[in-house]
């Protein structure tokens, strides 16, 4: 059957733009903060899980951080790079693994629907999927601070910051990908900054540019830049001067369906978060 141009996802992403920014981040020397914690994160998570993975896969990962987190957790874990173009297959084999992790990349998928697909369809009956990616309401401070810096110098609006899911849509995601037992569960992390500056240089830093196909393609003027510096300063600086920035890390879990599994709750019935679902799995047993 023929897709009809109403199945194509949109493009939102310049993903060879993607991919070229963070190889610089990394020759110039990342700011890896955010993927360090989410790293240490997603081997408490996984180690929490009751049982063992002889082979896995770290997709889109941008950097070794997780691998080196897992080491010993895990049989084999190799990476594997999500491609730059959109009708690209995933390199995966159906039925394959029994573990997939992915931190910090998804959120810059144009198809993430068809990337889940791809990642049940490569896992083995009950293979875990665990994932950390940017979402919420990650950098509304500095999106607040731009639109209202723009609209005053520019008289006019461009989009800067790239727009992330919220939990529930990624959690009707995974259903509609086929996982069992869905949970979203999200990390909220507050960095603060001398200035906005200090911030926009991390997220080069990171990659983490703007990489929207819709970007201004011409540069901003410098007027622009600072009186966003000082909309931030004014809206979102804490007492002693230096600013906040928000960091949503929202965390996905699910399984690849087998017959010795719970039998999945109905949408939106969920009553325990990923949270509490590693804690209770801590807890001694009677």
Do not use: C
Request: net charge positive.
């Amino acid at each position: 059957m023929t897709s009809s141009p109403t199945d194509t996802p949109p493009r939102l992403f310049d993903r060879a733009v993607l991919r070229a920014r963070q190889s610089r981040a990394l020759r110039q020397g990342s700011a890896s903060f955010l993927l360090d914690r989410v790293a240490e994160d997603m081997a408490e998570r996984q180690q929490a899980v009751l049982r063992e993975f002889s082979a896995g896969i770290d997709l889109g990962t941008p950097g070794d951080q997780v691998r080196a987190a897992l080491m010993g957790s895990v049989g084999q874990l190799h990476a594997v790079a999500l491609p730059i173009s959109d009708s690209e297959p995933l390199a995966l084999i159906p039925a394959s693994i029994d573990l997939a992790v992915s931190a910090l990349a998804l959120q810059f998928v144009n198809d993430l629907p068809g990337v889940l697909a791809q990642i049940r369809r490569a896992l083995k009956p009950d293979g875990l999927f665990l994932a950390a990616m940017i979402g919420g309401e990650t950098l509304t401070e500095l999106r607040q601070s731009f639109a209202a810096a723009e609209s005053e110098v520019e008289g006019g609006v461009s989009p800067r910051v790239a727009p992330f899911a919220d939990l529930r849509d990624l959690g009707a995601l995974l259903q509609r990908a086929g996982f069992a037992l869905p949970v979203t569960d999200v990390d909220r992390i507050v960095v603060r900054y001398d200035n906005a500056f200090a911030l926009m240089q991390d997220l080069r830093r990171m990659g983490a540019t703007n990489i929207l196909n819709e970007r201004r393609r011409t540069p901003s003027r410098r007027a622009t830049f600072l009186k966003m510096a000082q909309v931030y300063a004014e809206r979102f600086s804490d007492p002693d001067g230096r600013i906040r920035a928000t960091f949503d890390i929202v965390w996905l879990s699910g399984w690849a369906p087998h017959e010795s599994q719970q039998k999945p709750l109905k949408p939106g019935s969920a009553k325990m978060s990923l949270a509490d679902a590693v804690n209770k799995a801590r807890e001694p047993k009677t």
